[in-house]
């Protein structure tokens, strides 16, 4: 099945007091880049989150986002020497200005590292850090088999359409041919020196300009590249828009090929619809694993 390059996937759970919310976006990338955002005392578990997301998602630029809510009684702890401190200095500023000292404790309390922040991580958030990041993975992978599902779809179908154009050039290649032969004949017998030629000469020369007019070749390579193009959507293998890419690579090459020795205008508009459907393959191809 083919998977999709972009995603997005979210998981919550809650570990003691806090609720921990992650989230992680996939978007088009030729390597694998991650971007960690996570609350200052979290930046110790991002490389094992990041081993975690590269073992998993492969390829893309993935943007990897934790949020942490407190819920319910969180502990508090207080800065007692700060606290000390701080109010024995607004305490003497008071008796200096003769002000009353009823608002000190308020006022200090109200001071940033009055309060102790909790920086360790303790065994149980890793745990669900774990479980919540491998739980917006599953989701994120899904995401991207269900847009997958949808990028091969519209391979396929635009595949069998370069094919059927092939189909129609294929038919018309004899008649070119033909055509070519009789434009050439008719112009030769036009010549005022029609006496001097050299019929032996002309057929040679004339089996010479034919052949490099011929595109059997092209045909059966472009119909064998366009096989492997669809045998590869078929296979189990995850990441496989590289490969993708070099095949839609080498069928425009025959296209562009047979285009250029078409010498016939029917041709050359199935071409065109042909290069049309190649162009899209490719704008799509950016989005595939």
Do not use: W
Not at 154 to 170: A, V
Not at 253 to 259: K, L, P, V
Request: with cysteine.
């Amino acid at each position: 099945m083919l998977h999709s390059m972009t995603g997005y996937g979210n998981a919550t759970a809650e570990a003691g007091f806090k609720k921990l919310t992650m989230e992680i976006r996939a978007l088009n990338g030729k390597q694998f880049d991650v971007n960690f955002r996570a609350p200052i005392s979290y930046k110790s578990e991002e490389m094992n989150l990041r081993k975690l997301v590269s073992k998993n998602l492969l390829r893309g630029k993935i943007d990897l986002f934790l949020t942490v809510d407190i819920v319910g009684d969180a502990p508090v702890q207080f800065n007692t020497q700060f606290i000390h401190t701080h109010a024995l200095a607004l305490k003497n500023i008071s008796k200096e200005l003769e002000l009353p000292n009823t608002e000190i404790l308020r006022i200090t309390m109200t001071l940033p590292n009055a309060l102790l922040s909790e920086t360790d991580i303790s065994e149980e958030e890793k745990l669900v850090l774990n479980k919540i990041c491998k739980e917006a993975i599953d989701k994120l992978i899904n995401y991207r088999e269900i847009e997958g599902k949808s990028l091969e779809n519209d391979f396929r179908n635009r595949t069998n359409s370069i094919l059927n154009h092939l189909e129609s050039i294929k038919l018309l290649a004899p008649k070119r041919i033909e055509q070519t032969k009789e434009r050439m004949r008719i112009s030769l017998e036009n010549l005022a020196q029609k006496k001097d030629i050299d019929q032996n000469r002309f057929e040679q020369e004339l089996i010479y300009y034919l052949e490099k007019l011929d595109i059997n070749e092209e045909i059966v390579r472009l119909y064998h590249n366009c096989s492997m193009f669809l045998d590869e959507l078929n296979t189990d293998k995850i990441s496989k828009g590289k490969k993708l890419n070099f095949i839609a690579q080498e069928i425009g090459r025959e296209i562009n090929t047979i285009g250029s020795k078409a010498n016939n205008q029917q041709m050359q508009r199935e071409v065109v619809e042909m290069k049309n459907e190649l162009e899209k393959i490719k704008e799509q191809l950016a989005n595939v694993l």
